[in-house]
């Protein structure tokens, strides 16, 4: 289970980030809030931000029975590639 877990836990990542691209690329003048809506949002967007989530959670339950050590690298690694995404655009537009 634990190899599952992985593998889920980086598809939801990888799912999760990629919808959240897609509204990056649809602001390119406005800045996207952490805590928010953004103006424009793509079609998709919600479903693929929500099942990449949905993903993580659950890839958190099949790590859990290894060690909590797991679950937490798991949120951080989302986490910071979440705050990453959103940075660099707001940088971008900034600049």
């Known amino acids: ?13 990888i799912i999760f980030v990629a919808g959240l691209l897609r509204t990056a690329r649809a602001n390119p003048e406005d800045r996207v809030p952490y805590f928010g809506e953004a103006k424009t949002s793509p079609r998709w967007t919600y479903a693929m931000r929500a099942s990449g ?21 798991v ?21």
Not at 1 to 13: E, H, L, P, T, Y
Not at 75 to 95: E, F, K, Y
């Open 1 to 13: 289970m634990f190899v599952i877990g992985i593998i889920v836990a980086v598809v939801g990542i």
């Open 53 to 73: 989530a949905a993903l993580v959670v659950i890839s958190g339950s099949l790590l859990g029975g290894e060690s909590w050590w797991w679950v937490a690298g």
């Open 75 to 95: 949120l951080v690694v989302w986490l910071g590639a979440t705050i990453a995404v959103i940075a660099a655009h707001n940088a971008r537009v900034a600049a």
